[in-house]
């Protein structure tokens, strides 16, 4: 049972009730909670086409959440008139959104109800190793029909995702990721209307059917195999609606196992405000907002300029590399529907700074860790330092340490570097942390480029995966692993 109330929704409310203002405990107010200002907030209803499910909370506790999840295969509606067979998590693309504040226990009890063994990671969240759902390390997967229960605090605020880590391409191509947001209950109040977005795509043909998790070989491979239809949430093309000038805050998460979602508004610009880990040292305002396979990002929109406009959030062709922009078209996204009503003042833009203290790389180690691509008789094989994952020696760390990886791209294919448990700064060509300073998980490496991050590791000893989020790289070898010792 939930005791509290989405955060934004209540702070919104105390922003903008006059007697709340004047007086909390007011008796006048009573009842005032279910009837907003008309010109208030976004128009009734306003996500209701794009909002996610959500997990529901067993626990009576205030700091637990506890929460049942079951994969397995489902029918779903994709393309309108078919049935898509898919893989879910409760029944559902994507699985219900879990929903806790920092500092919670989060409990799920898992029950595998596919033909195949799986395991749920949780891309982003520092998690003691047993708890973070990669095969063998050290806990083996989920048998077809077993169950697992994950239990562990959430130590930091963000959007974080949860996805397997078994045959990854294939059972997150499927339909298997869902949404994990923690909120923070200090965090600045009156951001905007905040609804969470799950960008994906699937790859069905004409009737709905799921298309082969291995379609055009190596090739394929390399490339990184896209799903041909994009979903926000699970549905293609949903409509979200707005009240002209109200901010939105959009929670984003890139759960798609190979494409990069380059973000278009047509006009209005992104504050971008956090990414990865939480909220960034200072907002970005930018044109055109892009979340590498894996990324996160925290976004505040005004969406529309003037009332009853319609705006169309478009898919961007982004070249990760050798022609896979070449001859695609841009794709709608999410439509934005604004109400008839007159505009709203946004109001000052709202303070979102935040203190980061950049990690002090003064007596680092660097480890080089290029990503590599090797033609044998066998066939394609990826790599880290041209050794496929299967043969790979860990990174040695120990716990308190700080280390440089420098990762760098050989290949003619970008690649979204990924580590788990652990948070990262990317640094600048200086060897400065980039500006504004973030918490991040997952970088885009460019072709023909590199990236630098520091990451100190904590006290939470095991071996822990990194890997490129394309997913077909990743199972193709291009992934390795860290060994932080005590
Ligand atoms: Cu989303 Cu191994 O990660
Ligand atoms: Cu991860
Ligand atoms: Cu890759």
Known sequence: MRTRKPASFARIFVLLTPCALLAAASAGCAGEEETAPDDAGQPAGWDDDVRPREAADLSP???????????????????????????????????PLVRARRGDRVIVHFHNELPVPTTIHWHGVRVP?????????????????????????????GLFWYHPHVDSAEQVGNGLYGALLVEDPEEPAGLGDEVVMVLSDIGIDDDGALLPADGGGDLGTLFGREGNVILVNGRPAPELRARAGRRQRWRLVNAAKSRYFWLDLGGPTFVRIGGDGGLAAAPVETGRLLLAA?????????????????????????DRGYGTADLRPEEDVLAIRAAPDEAVDPGPAPDVSRAIEPIDTASAMVVPLELTMDQTDAGLVLGINGVPFEDAQPVQAAIGETQVWEISNAMDWAHPFHLHGFFFQVLGDGGEPAQPLEWKDTVHVPVDGAVRFAVRFDARPGMWMFHCHILDHADAGMMGMVNVQK
């Open 61 to 95: 506790a205030p700091d637990v959440v506890e929460v049942e999840l079951t994969a397995r295969e489902a029918d779903v509606e994709i393309r309108p008139g078919t049935t898509t067979r898919a893989w879910t998590y409760d029944g559902g693309i994507p699985g």
């Open 294 to 318: 894996g990324e996160r990002a925290d976004v505040l929109v005004t969406p529309v300029a003037e009332p009853g406009e319609e705006r169309t959030l478009r898919w961007i062709p982004f």
């Open 129 to 157: 190793v047993e708890m973070d759902g990669a095969p063998d390390m050290p806990r083996p997967p989920v048998a077809p029909g077993g169950a697992f229960d994950y239990d562990f605090v959430v130590p930091d605020a």
